[in-house]
Nanobody, 117 residues
Framework: QVQLVESGGGLVQTGGSLRLSCAAS????????MGWYRQAPGKQRELVASITSGGTTDYADSMKGRFTISRDNAKNAVYLQMNSLKPEDTAVYYC???????????WGKGTLVTVSS
C-alpha cells in the first residue's frame, strides 16, 4: 500500500524558515508529478508548488521567491524549503504525488505550520 508521510512542520516566528519533507513508501515503480498544497483555517486547500519528475517547478504567485520545491527521485521524496515566513502562511501543508500511473493523486495526512507574529 502506497503512503505519503510529511514531516518538518512546527512553530516559527515571522521571517523564519522551515523545511518540509514528504516521503512516499510502499510498492512504487513510478512517480510523476509531486506537489505541496496547504489549507488554512476556514479556507480551501490551495496549491503551493509542484514539480515534475524531470524537475520542472511551478509555484503559486504568493510563494514565488520565498518557497523552493525539490525532490529526490532515488528516495521517492519531495521537499519544500520555506523562507521569509509570514503569519498568513499558517496552514496544514499536504504533499501529493501521482504514483504508478494512477489517475488520482495520493495524499499525505498533512503537517501543521504555524507562523507567529
Amino acid at each position: 500500500q502506497v503512503q505519503l508521510v510529511e514531516s518538518g512542520g512546527g512553530l516559527v516566528q515571522t521571517g523564519g524558515s522551515l523545511r518540509l519533507s514528504c516521503a512516499a513508501s510502499g510498492s512504487i515503480f513510478s512517480i510523476a508529478d509531486m506537489g505541496w498544497y496547504r489549507q488554512a483555517p476556514g479556507k480551501q486547500r490551495e496549491l503551493v508548488a509542484s514539480i515534475t519528475s524531470g524537475g520542472t517547478t511551478d509555484y503559486a504567485d504568493s510563494m514565488k521567491g520565498r518557497f523552493t520545491i525539490s525532490r529526490d527521485n532515488a528516495k521517492n521524496a519531495v521537499y519544500l524549503q520555506m523562507n521569509s515566513l509570514k503569519p498568513e502562511d499558517t496552514a496544514v501543508y499536504y504533499c501529493n504525488a501521482y504514483i504508478n500511473f494512477q489517475v488520482h493523486a495520493y495524499w499525505g495526512k498533512g503537517t501543521l505550520v504555524t507562523v507567529s507574529s
